[in-house]
């Protein structure tokens, strides 16, 4: 709670950042401007991404057990539209919990994925930010965000070759750590790391590897795509290099505390980013906003087409990962 707390006044602080000096009249123009007959191709590359997401986390998921994107296309629709409608990004847990309870993958493991997925990510994001960073004068907490992402993703996949590769070492240098808790639960936090570790079984697929990064890179190239097709739509003359910056700082944006749905982190950032190519508040706010509904949009109306087949509620997802959790205390 306290949490969500903290997300959402960070979010009105970003709101009010965001509409401040705007001027809504020149607003309501630049949207009556935009190429709405355009739209269809946008939409498109949007739901193209969806489909990236699903494919590399089908390769992700492949060491555990094969899953079909009959049945995880659904599931993935569903996962995004919960992280974009959910507090506190329990959206997140959405996908692993939906896939555990349409196949034999534990959830533990199921999560574990997730967090791989998350790692791609990052490490394509940095090598972006690198580009960026490099042709353009940004401010300083731009370069430092970008440095400690990066030690940061060193760091966590030093410990992810680690603990897949050295498990048992790693959990006997785990010992004295975990030695305060209570046995039971001393054992069902040994059972959730060996649990995560087969989640991250594509670390000794060299194959599987390369091609979830592969897909990775397409993810984001794809999405840089999609921004610039916005920039057209928009009427903004601006590069693909442009559309770029505008992605990296709007991730930037969205990663910090905010509330459901990013209102007011992803708008700032946007704007942030445009008035670097010195787009006016109005303008730049004007394509916030058709940028947010439109990516966003596509991942909320993507879920709901699919939510009536695959029906979940948060009691029940907690009540799964508590089965969970004494499931491992019992082993």
Not at 66 to 79: E, R
Request: with cysteine.
């Amino acid at each position: 709670m306290k949490k969500l707390v903290i997300g959402i006044i960070v979010s009105a602080v970003f709101i009010y950042f965001s509409i401040g000096g705007i001027d809504f009249a020149k607003v309501l123009l630049n949207l009556k401007d935009i190429r709405y007959s355009l739209l269809v191709p946008t939409v498109l590359i949007f739901l193209f991404i969806i489909l990236l997401r699903s494919l590399r986390w089908e390769i992700i998921l492949s060491p555990i057990e094969k899953v079909n994107q009959k049945k995880l296309f659904p599931i993935t629709c569903i996962g995004f539209m919960g992280i974009a409608l959910m507090p506190l990004r329990i959206g997140e847990f959405v996908r692993p919990y939906l896939v555990s309870t349409k196949s034999n993958i534990p959830l533990s493991s199921a999560i574990a994925t997730i967090f791989v997925e998350r790692v791609f990510d990052m490490l394509v994001l940095i090598a972006i930010m690198a580009v960026v960073i490099m042709n353009g004068n940004y401010p300083p907490w731009i370069v430092k965000s970008g440095y400690i992402i990066f030690i940061t993703l060193s760091l966590v996949l030093i410990c992810l070759y680690l603990f897949y590769f050295k498990t048992e070492q790693m959990l006997r240098l785990l010992t004295p750590v975990l030695r305060v808790f209570p046995k039971k639960l001393k054992e069902a936090l040994e059972g959730l790391i060996k649990a995560f570790v087969e989640g991250v079984t594509i670390l000794a697929s060299p194959k599987k590897l390369i091609f979830a990064v592969l897909f990775s890179v397409c993810i984001w190239i794809s999405s840089g795509f999609a921004i610039y097709s916005l920039f057209y739509l928009s009427g903004l003359s601006l590069s693909l290099f442009s559309a770029f910056v505008v992605l990296v700082i709007t991730t930037l944006g969205v990663s910090l505390p905010s509330a459901p749905g990013f209102l007011g982190n992803f708008q700032f950032a946007c704007i942030f980013a445009l008035s670097t190519f010195n787009v006016s508040r109005s303008e730049a706010f004007a394509f916030s906003m058709v940028y947010y509904l439109i990516g966003i949009g596509i991942n909320v109306l993507a879920g709901l087409l699919f939510l009536p087949f695959h029906k979940f509620s948060l009691t029940e997802m907690k009540k799964v990962f508590t089965v969970e959790f004494l499931s491992l205390r019992k082993q």
